[in-house]
């Protein structure tokens, strides 16, 4: 066992020296902070010295990034939010395929059957319907063109019998300015093409109809 000697209290530092001890430890971590922290990692540098010695880049660099993933982090969250509350589109359609497609329609349906001719006009944010009556398997040809401006449209059909709002979608496009092709009922109803002008001049759009139908006009 050993004895170690105790300091005398002349040894010991007097307060005025602890206190002057603190002041210095202060002032330079001031002074660090002020210089280095702040600069290094905030981009802050209210002396200048951290320019002088590239640290303010390196902070600026730092809160910009910090910046941008706070945003795309919001932006992520914002996204996922509007995904959950977007309900799942709910359609009572009947399951068959498409048959409308487009291509040059001269066919035997159509030499068999009549031809009948409509004109429409869409003012500016108006939708309009062309409807005709068609039993299942029946067949016709079809062209449609507008005069220079672009629409939305929905070639579709609504079967006599079944649920409510049910439907069966043939071809759906956005912002053409024609389209032609063949249609092949699925069932028995009603069975047309359904435009929406989103421009902001009116629209004027002419459909040829060659087959088996009766009863072409505006729905809508």
């Not at 590239?54 to 919001?74: N, P, R």
């Not at 059909?157 to 249609?183: C, D, I, M, T």
């Amino acid at each position: 066992m050993y004895n170690t000697d105790l300091p005398t209290r002349a040894e010991l530092p007097s307060s005025a020296k602890l206190l002057r001890s603190t002041a210095i430890a202060l002032i330079t971590a001031a002074a660090l902070l002020v210089t280095v922290v702040l600069p290094s990692e905030y981009g802050i540098d209210p002396t200048g010295i951290g320019k002088a010695l590239g640290l303010k880049a390196m902070g600026e660099i730092k809160t910009q990034l910090a910046t941008e993933a706070a945003a795309d982090a919001q932006a992520d969250a914002l996204a996922a939010a509007r995904q959950a509350l977007t309900p799942a589109p709910v359609t009572a359609a009947i399951n068959a395929p498409a048959v409308a497609q487009p291509a040059p329609v001269q066919d035997d349906a159509a030499k068999a059957g009549i031809t009948q001719e409509i004109t429409i006009v869409l003012p500016p944010g108006a939708g309009k319907e062309v409807k005709m009556d068609m039993l299942k398997g029946q067949e016709v040809s079809y062209a449609w063109q507008t005069d220079g401006g672009v629409v939305n449209h929905d070639t579709h059909g609504e079967p006599v019998s079944g649920p409510a709002n049910a439907f069966h979608s043939y071809l759906k496009e956005a912002n053409v300015a024609g389209n032609r092709g063949q249609l092949t009922a699925e069932f028995d109803g009603s069975h047309g093409w359904y435009w929406r002008n989103r421009g902001e001049s009116s629209i004027r759009i002419s459909l040829t109809v060659s087959g088996q139908f009766k009863n072409l006009k505006q729905k809508s």
